[in-house]
């Protein structure tokens, strides 16, 4: 069974673009989770889609957004991109969205904002 | 890529020693932990998980103890090996919650 991938897997853009990136879960799984990490702040927590709607929003301005689609892919925006949005962005999915469940993380999407 | 910064806390070890990795969580309502290794470039990957109501748990060369009390966790890797250099953290979800609190990391280093 494939894993969680992401596209792309490195991005350079500058300050005030906006970005896209995408995620598709493991098959079968229909929460996913993404998260950013940084050296600073670490994996932090951005928010969690299953079936389709935001269940959990961590403390990021609005800026940042996702989305969930009916197939579970998932796809995070960010606009009016800042120098400090550079990051590697994970994503993870889990089966149900469960309590206590296991998130599988893919291998990240690397921005770089100049 | 890699995947965290310069100043992570480091543990070295020699190839064939146990090594333990520590952790302090954050809140006390927090009901599941988990510990993940993430490699240069990879994401995180799964490693082992307890749940609040226990106390250990065994993997395969892997023991995770939680000491509610002091809010401590702890994997035990026996017999580390090369292919154990990674940074390891932990995670505490919430309870009630699908939110993962991730710890800053400890880089483990394994030398010949």
């Known amino acids: 069974k494939a894993g969680v991938t992401q596209t792309p897997r490195y991005l350079i853009k500058t300050r005030g673009q906006q970005v896209t990136l995408s995620c598709s879960p493991i098959s079968g799984h229909r929460s996913v989770s993404w998260y950013q990490q940084t050296p600073g702040q670490g994996l932090q927590f951005l928010f969690e889609?299953?079936?389709?709607?935001?269940?959990n929003k961590g403390n990021f301005p609005g800026r940042f957004s996702g989305r969930q689609f009916s197939n579970s892919r998932s796809e995070m925006n960010v606009s009016t991109l800042e120098l400090g949005d550079s990051a590697l962005y994970l994503c993870?999915?889990?089966?149900?969205?469960?309590?206590?469940?296991?998130?599988?993380f893919g291998p990240g999407t690397r921005l770089l904002v100049l | 890529g890699e995947s965290v910064g310069l100043h992570l806390p480091t543990l070295s070890v020699q190839e064939g020693d146990n090594s333990i990795i520590n952790c302090a969580y954050s809140n006390s309502a927090s009901d599941y932990f988990i510990w993940y290794k993430q490699e240069s470039g990879k994401g995180p990957q799964f490693i082992i998980d307890i749940r609040s109501n226990m106390d250990k748990r065994q993997g395969q060369r892997v023991t995770v103890l939680l000491n509610k009390t002091v809010k401590h966790l702890s994997l035990q890797i026996a017999a580390t090996q090369p292919g154990d250099s990674a940074v390891y953290f932990c995670a505490e979800n919430l309870y009630n919650t699908d939110k993962l609190i991730f710890g800053t990391g400890t880089r483990l280093q394994v030398f010949p």
């Open positions: 993870a999915s889990s089966l149900a969205g469960r309590l206590q469940e296991t998130q599988y």
């Open positions: 889609y299953f079936s389709e709607t935001q269940r």
